[in-house]
C-alpha cells in the first residue's frame, strides 16, 4: 500500500503569484491559525487582503467567545433551574467565570449585614489560606469599594492603584495570592447589594468591557441563586412550621380525644359506684402510663402540698403529682409515672381524676360514716336494751354482715395519749375510725363508750379473747399511731339469744382495762385469764377451778402420774419462809431432797415461779386447792 507525502504547510511554501495570497488567508482562517502567521514575510504585500483576513478572524473568535459564555450562562441557568445546592451552584459559577476569562483565580464574598462587612464564601485557583479567610470592610480595598458602592471595579496592578483604601490586611492577603489585576463586579440582588464576583490574574492585565459584562451576568446569577435559596429555606422553614403546627393539631386533638374518653369513663365509674383503683385504672390506661393513689403526702410530700397549694398536677421529677382534696382536707393524690413531659390538656385530665377521685373518696366516707352510726346503735342497743326482740337484732345485724348468733368476745379500748384538748380528742377520733374500720372488715360492731371504744367482734376458730385482745390493740395503734390498749370479756357464746350478757361482758373488758393501765401495760392487750389472781377478783364468774389449773397445772398433773407430793413440798416451802433448811425440819428429808424437789417444780412452772408475783399467785392457788380438797 503506497504511502503519499504529508502536504506541505502553507507557511513553509512560498508564496504564489499574486492571485493565489486571498486563499493562503483563507486557508489560514481555516485551521485557526494564530494572527502572527498574517504577518509572514510570503503574504506581504496584499495589506488589504490581510486586513480583511484578520477581521474576519477575530469576528470568528468572538463568536466563539460569545458562544462558550452563551453555553457557560445556559449551564448555570441549568443549574439553577435543577435547584442544586446553593454552595454547588456558587462554585460552578465561579469555575466558569475563571475558565472563560481565563483568569489564574476568581473568587467570591458576600455581604454579612450583622458585622458590616464582606466575606469570602467561594474561592477558585486560590492558594493562600490568608486569602480564603479575608474579611473587607466596605469601602476597604477594590471588593469593599464594590459592595459599597454597588458599580463594577477592574485595576490593573492592584498594589499601585490608589482609588481605593488599602489596608494591611487585606493588602497582606492580596500579596500573599500574588494577586497584580483584579476584576470585581456587584451581585446585586433588588437595590441591594449582597456580594462581590471577583476575577484576578498574578500579571498585569487589561480587562476589556466585554469581560466586565460577562462576568456581571455570572454576578447576576449568583444573585439569583442566593435569593433562589433564600425563598427555599424560607418554604421549607414556613413548611417545617407548618408540619409542626399540624403535628401539635393532631396531638391537641389526640388529646382531647383522650380526655373526652376520659371524662366518659370517669362519669361511668361514679355512676356504677367505681372506686378509687378504678380511676386510677382508667387513667393509666387513656394516658399510656402508671397511675396510682397515693393516701396522705407519702414520698412526696412537697410535690402534693404544692399541687394542693396551686390546684394544677405539677412535674416531680419522672411523675405528675395531683393533689386529691376536699375543703382543705388532703385526702391522697394521683401519681402519674411514665411521662417527663404531659400535654397540658392531659395535664388537665389527670386533674380532673383528681377531682372525680375527691368525690369518691368523699362518697365512701360518708357511706362509712353512716354505716359506722347503723353498726354502733345496733352495739348500744346490746349494750343499754337488754329487752330486744333477738329476731330483730338478727335481722339488723344480717343487713351489716354481722351474725350474732356466733361466740363473740367484747374489747373495751382506750388510747394511752399523753395529750390533753385538742390532741386527745383527736387521738379518739382516730381511734373510733380505726375501730369502725376494724370492725367492719370482721363482721363486727363498735360504738363510743366513756371516752373510748368498745367492739364486738366474732371469735374465730381456736382464738382466745386475750389473743384476740392483743392482736386488735396491735392493729389499732398502728393505725392511730400512740399506743392502744385493750381490755377483752370471756367469750359470749351467741349475743342475740341473750342480750343482756353483752352487757355484762363489756363491764369485765372495762375492768380488764383499767387493770392493764394501772399496771403500767399500755399498748397490750389482755383477757381476765391472762392476769392472774387479779384476774379472778376482775371477773364475774369468779372461776377458782381456772385459777387454780392455769397455776398449778402442771405439779398436780406430775403428782397424780407419778404419785408424789410436790403441793405438799410447796406448802411447806413457803411456810417456812421460803428456806430449805427448815422445810426439810419439817418434811423430815435430806435438804438435797428438798433442793431435787423444788428444782422440779422449776421446770414445770417456768423459772420465774419465785418471783415476787408469781409467787403470790402460786400460794393463793395452793391455799385455794387445799380448801377444795377439804370441802
Keep these: ?148 458602592t454597588a458599580r463594577p471595579y477592574v485595576t490593573d496592578d492592584y498594589m499601585r492603584d490608589e482609588r481605593f483604601l488599602h489596608t494591611r490586611t487585606i493588602d497582606s492577603g492580596v500579596r500573599d495570592e500574588g494577586l497584580v489585576a483584579i476584576l470585581g463586579v456587584p451581585l446585586v440582588l433588588g437595590r441591594e447589594v449582597i456580594g462581590v464576583l471577583y476575577a484576578a490574574d498574578r500579571r498585569v492585565r487589561v480587562f476589556e468591557r466585554e469581560q466586565v459584562a460577562l462576568l456581571a451576568s455570572f454576578a447576576a446569577h449568583a444573585a439569583v441563586a442566593i435569593d433562589t435559596a433564600r425563598l427555599l429555606a424560607e418554604t421549607r422553614e414556613a413548611m417545617a412550621e407548618l408540619e409542626a403546627a399540624n403535628a401539635i393539631i393532631r396531638d391537641r386533638s389526640a388529646a382531647i380525644e383522650r380526655s373526652s374518653e376520659v371524662h366518659d369513663r370517669l362519669t361511668e365509674l361514679v355512676l356504677r359506684g367505681g372506686g378509687v383503683e378504678d380511676v386510677a385504672a382508667a387513667v393509666s390506661e387513656v394516658l399510656a402510663g402508671t397511675v396510682e393513689f397515693a393516701e396522705g403526702e407519702g414520698a412526696r410530700a412537697r410535690a402534693v402540698e404544692r399541687s394542693r397549694r396551686d390546684g394544677h398536677a405539677v412535674r416531680d421529677g419522672d411523675a405528675w403529682v395531683a393533689a386529691v382534696s376536699a375543703g382543705g382536707e388532703l385526702l391522697g393524690a394521683l401519681v402519674l409515672g411514665g411521662h417527663r413531659e404531659l400535654d397540658p390538656v392531659d395535664q388537665r385530665t389527670l386533674e380532673r381524676a383528681a377531682m372525680v377521685t375527691s368525690l369518691l373518696l368523699l362518697a365512701r366516707r ?149 387493770t392493764l393501765r394501772l399496771l403500767g401495760r399500755h399498748g397490750d392487750g389482755a383477757a381476765a385469764d391472762d392476769l392472774g389472781f387479779l384476774g379472778l377478783l376482775l371477773a364475774d364468774g369468779r372461776d377458782v377451778g381456772g385459777f387454780v389449773r392455769r397455776t398449778l397445772g402442771p405439779v398436780l398433773d406430775y403428782d397424780e402420774r407419778r404419785g408424789t407430793d410436790l403441793v405438799g413440798t410447796l406448802e411447806a416451802y413457803f411456810a417456812s419462809g421460803a428456806s430449805p433448811v427448815r422445810t426439810k425440819d419439817v418434811l423430815h428429808v435430806h ?32 391455799r385455794l386447792h387445799r380448801m377444795a380438797a377439804a370441802r
Design 1 to 148: 500500500m503506497s504511502q503519499h507525502p504529508a502536504p506541505e504547510p502553507a507557511s513553509a511554501r512560498p508564496a504564489g503569484p499574486s492571485g493565489t495570497a486571498p486563499l493562503e488567508f483563507l486557508e489560514l482562517l481555516a485551521r485557526g491559525a494564530p494572527a502572527e502567521e498574517y504577518e509572514r514575510p510570503g503574504l506581504r504585500g496584499h495589506d488589504r487582503a490581510r486586513l480583511l483576513a484578520l477581521r474576519v478572524r477575530s469576528e470568528l473568535e468572538g463568536r466563539r467567545r460569545r458562544e462558550a459564555e452563551l453555553t457557560a450562562l445556559f449551564e448555570t441557568a441549568h443549574d439553577l433551574a435543577g435547584v442544586r445546592g446553593l454552595d454547588d451552584v456558587l462554585r460552578a459559577i465561579v469555575q466558569r467565570a475563571r475558565s472563560l476569562l481565563g483568569a489564574e483565580v476568581a473568587y467570591l464574598t458576600l455581604n454579612d449585614p450583622e458585622r458590616g462587612d464582606t466575606y469570602m464564601r467561594v474561592t477558585e485557583g486560590s492558594v493562600s489560606a490568608r486569602f480564603q479567610q479575608l474579611r473587607l470592610g466596605l469601602g476597604e480595598g477594590l471588593g469593599g469599594l464594590v459592595a459599597q
Design 366 to 514: 360518708s357511706a362509712g360514716e353512716a354505716e359506722q352510726r347503723v353498726r354502733g346503735e345496733l352495739l348500744d342497743d346490746l349494750l343499754d336494751a337488754t329487752g330486744r326482740d333477738p329476731r330483730l337484732l338478727r335481722e339488723r345485724a344480717a343487713r351489716l354482715g354481722a351474725d350474732l348468733d356466733v361466740p363473740h368476745v367484747v374489747l373495751a379500748a382506750r388510747p394511752a395519749t399523753g395529750g390533753t384538748g385538742q390532741r386527745e380528742t383527736t387521738d379518739r377520733q382516730r381511734l373510733w375510725s380505726a375501730a369502725s374500720h376494724l370492725a367492719a372488715t370482721r363482721h363486727g360492731l363498735a360504738a363510743v363508750r366513756d371516752g373510748g371504744t368498745v367492739l364486738l367482734l366474732p371469735l374465730r376458730g381456736g382464738e382466745s379473747a386475750g389473743n384476740t385482745a392483743r392482736q386488735v390493740a396491735a392493729q389499732l395503734g398502728a393505725a392511730v399511731h400512740v399506743p392502744v390498749t385493750v381490755g377483752a370479756s370471756p367469750p359470749v357464746p351467741a349475743p342475740a339469744a341473750a342480750p343482756g350478757t353483752v352487757a355484762a361482758a363489756c363491764d369485765e373488758a372495762r375492768r380488764c382495762l383499767d
Design 591 to 622: 435438804v438435797n431432797t428438798v433442793a431435787q424437789r423444788l428444782e422440779r417444780v422449776g421446770r414445770l412452772l417456768g423459772s420465774d415461779w419465785q418471783s415476787p408475783e408469781r409467787a403470790l399467785e402460786v400460794q393463793l392457788a395452793l
